[in-house]
């Protein structure tokens, strides 16, 4: 992986990779670990789907009373992963997180599958139940409910995030474990480019 070949602009890059990845043999090419953190450092870690990203930055969609919710209320910060097996490649997003706003959480929700929307009103995200049959009479209690409604609305604890990068790195295995390794840093208005040893 030649640095000088890489875009400067680390947002055109990603764009780049993602888009071979979408055209590859990949499965969920948008999947990508997200890592939180609570204030005092204690790290957690799960795979969720990008929903958009530009140059604002990453967003994902969830419950926002759900344990990652909780903790990027306390800690706004977040890391991210894209890992695309087949192309032997890896990128890795640090930066600090926003709620994204509710008109565009709302026109992403509606692009939901019913029954996800049905799930996003039944499921108490994070919490305890006491088994699967109290997940399934929770469903269905939310289904009858929403019966009556055209489309079921946005839950009021239901929205979005956007990552908003201050740091890349693409990653490119290579024999050897002599990978290669490009991280971009945030600098003013442009970015910083570095080699990193494997």
Known sequence: MDAAALDPDPFVQFERWFAEAQAGDIAYPEAMALATATPDGRPSVRMVLLKGHDARGFAFYTNVESRKGE???ANPYAALVFYWQPLDRQVRVEGTVECVA??????????RPLGSRVAAWASPQS???????????LYARAEEELRGEKLPPLPPYWG???VRPEAFEFWHSRPNRLHDRIRYERQGEGWTQVRLAP
């Open 71 to 73: 903790e990027l209320a």
């Open 102 to 111: 509710g008109a565009e959480a709302q026109a992403h929700f509606d692009t």
């Open 160 to 162: 979005g995030y956007r």
């Open 127 to 137: 919490r305890p139940v006491t088994s699967r049959d109290e997940l399934e009479r």
